[in-house]
C-alpha cells in the first residue's frame, strides 16, 4: 500500500478518535441535563404530590388472639405461659368499579415541565362480610374499610364514603405492622352491620392529584376501571392493558376488566409484601416526544455521521488527488460534534422538530461554505453540503420511527455500504489511485 496513504489513513483514524472523544463529552452533557430534568421531577413530587397508586377498599376485621406457649419449667414440668397477638382478618371486595377523569396540567422548575394530574373518581363495590369465628381466645374489634394511597397529600378536598347507604367518616391511619400493605385511610363500618348478616356496599367519591402516573390495584374478586382523561399520548403499562382504549384527538378512554384468577393482587396482600410491590393497572401521562431521549438517540448516530463525513473526504482525496489538511478534518468534525450539543440546548426551549431543524440548517449551512474554500469548488462543497442534509434527514426519520428504527437503520447502512463499493470498484488501493486493475 502507498505510504503516503497509509499513513493518512492513520491519521484520520486519530482524528476519528479525538472527535468521537467530543462526542462523548456531549453524551455527558446531555446525561447531565436528563439528571436535572429528573431532580426537577421530584422537586415538583416532593411539594406536590408524587406518582399515585390507589390500593382497596378492603375489609379489616381485627381481634386479638390469646396464644399458649409450652416451654420447660423450673422443676422439670411443663410450664404454660399465655400473651396476646393481634391479629386481622382481611376479606377483599367481591366487586369493584372505578370510574375516573384525569385532568392534566403542568407545573415548572426552571427550564423543565412536568405533567400533573387531578383524577376525579368514582369508586363502589360490594363485600360479603363474614361471621367471626367463634374462638374463646380471639376478641374481635371493630371492623373498618381500609385504602391505601401513595401521597395522601394528593388528597383533593374531603373524600366523601357511604356504605349501604350511610354517611361514614373517613380517618386517617398510624402505621399498622399487622397489616403488611400499611393502608393510610379508614372508615369504620356502621353498627347496624352485622357480620355474617349483611351485605356491605361502599361508595367514594375521591378527588386525587399526583405527578405523571396512575396505578390501580384490582383487589376484588372482578374489578372494572373506567378512566378519560384529555391527555391524547397515554402510557399504558403495568401489569394489566385496557380490555379497550380509544384514542382521538379529544384524549383517550380505557375500560380494564379483571379477574382475581388473573391477578396475584389477593395473595401478594395476604403475604407480607408492601403497597409498592402490589400488581397494578398503570396509566401514565407522559410526553411522547421526549427531548432527551431523542437526542440521547441522535448522539449514538454521531459515529455515523463522522465516518461518513471522514470517509468522504477520504475517497475525496485518493479520486481527486486533492490533499486535505488534518486540521481542516478536525474543524470539520468538531462542526459535526456542535450539531449534537446546539440541538440539546435548543431542545429544551422548542419543539424537537423546530430545534433539530435550525441545529442541521446552522451545521449544514456552516460546513458547506467552509467545505467550498478546502475542497476549492463550490460544486464540491454544495455536494458535500447536500450529502449532509440526506444525512441529516435520514436520522431524523430514524429517530421519529422508533417502532421501525432497526428496518430503516439497517436499510440506510446497506445502502451507504452499496454506494461506497460501487464508487470505489475500480480503485487500485495498492497504488492509491482510481485506474482499474488490469484485468486477467
Not at 376478641?139 to 361514614?168: C, E, F, H, K, W
Amino acid at each position: 500500500m502507498n505510504k503516503v496513504m497509509f499513513l493518512k489513513m492513520v491519521v484520520v483514524s486519530v482524528l476519528t478518535g479525538a472527535i468521537l472523544i467530543a462526542l462523548a463529552a456531549v453524551y455527558g452533557v446531555l446525561a447531565s441535563r436528563e439528571s436535572y430534568r429528573n431532580d426537577a421531577i421530584k422537586s415538583i413530587a416532593e411539594s406536590y404530590s408524587g406518582q399515585q397508586k390507589i390500593v382497596g377498599p378492603i375489609l379489616v376485621m381485627p381481634y386479638t388472639e390469646t396464644v399458649e406457649d409450652v416451654s420447660l419449667g423450673d422443676k422439670g414440668g411443663p410450664k404454660v405461659t399465655q400473651h396476646k397477638r393481634e391479629r386481622n382478618l382481611i376479606v377483599f371486595p367481591e366487586t369493584l368499579t372505578v370510574h375516573g377523569v384525569l385532568r392534566s396540567s403542568e407545573r415548572r422548575h426552571g427550564l423543565y415541565k412536568v405533567t400533573v394530574y387531578e383524577l376525579e373518581s368514582h369508586i363502589e363495590g360490594s363485600i360479603d362480610v363474614p361471621a367471626p369465628e367463634a374462638h374463646e381466645k380471639a376478641v374481635y374489634g371493630t371492623p373498618y374499610l381500609a385504602i391505601g394511597l401513595a401521597d395522601v397529600r394528593g388528597i383533593v378536598g374531603s373524600p366523601a364514603m357511604q356504605i349501604n347507604g350511610a354517611q361514614v367518616e373517613i380517618e386517617g391511619t398510624t402505621t399498622q405492622p399487622t397489616l403488611s400493605w400499611k393502608p393510610n385511610l379508614q372508615a369504620r363500618l356502621p353498627a347496624q352491620i352485622v357480620p355474617g348478616k349483611n351485605a356491605l356496599r361502599f361508595a367514594l367519591d375521591l378527588t386525587l392529584a399526583g405527578t405523571e402516573q396512575l396505578s390501580i390495584a384490582p383487589v376484588a374478586t372482578s374489578n372494572h376501571f373506567e378512566l378519560s382523561s384529555p391527555w391524547r399520548s397515554p402510557l399504558f403499562a403495568g401489569r394489566f392493558l385496557p380490555r379497550t382504549r380509544e384514542l382521538t384527538n379529544d384524549g383517550f378512554h380505557a375500560v380494564w376488566e379483571i379477574s382475581s384468577l388473573a391477578a396475584a393482587t389477593q395473595s401478594q396482600i395476604t403475604d407480607t409484601t408492601t403497597i409498592s410491590s402490589v400488581d397494578t393497572a398503570d396509566v401514565s401521562l407522559l410526553n411522547p416526544i421526549d427531548p432527551y431521549k431523542l437526542s440521547d438517540r441522535a448522539v449514538k448516530y454521531g459515529v455515523l455521521f463522522v465516518l461518513l463525513t471522514f470517509g468522504g473526504f477520504f475517497l475525496f482525496e485518493i479520486v481527486k488527488r486533492m490533499p486535505i489538511h488534518p486540521i481542516q478534518y478536525l474543524l470539520v468534525g468538531f462542526g459535526l460534534a456542535l450539531f449534537f450539543l446546539l440541538l440539546i440546548s435548543l431542545s429544551e426551549h422548542l419543539p424537537f422538530a423546530t430545534a433539530y431543524f435550525i441545529a442541521s440548517v446552522a451545521c449544514i449551512g456552516l460546513l458547506t461554505y467552509y467545505l467550498c474554500f478546502v475542497l476549492h469548488s463550490v460544486r464540491y462543497g454544495v455536494s458535500f453540503g447536500a450529502m449532509l442534509t440526506l444525512l441529516y434527514a435520514s436520522i431524523y426519520g430514524l429517530l421519529i420511527s422508533e417502532d421501525n428504527a432497526l428496518m430503516l437503520g439497517s436499510m440506510l447502512l446497506f445502502l451507504l455500504l452499496g454506494g461506497i463499493m460501487i464508487s470505489t470498484r475500480k480503485m487500485d488501493w495498492y497504488k492509491g489511485n482510481p485506474e482499474p486493475a488490469s484485468e486477467r
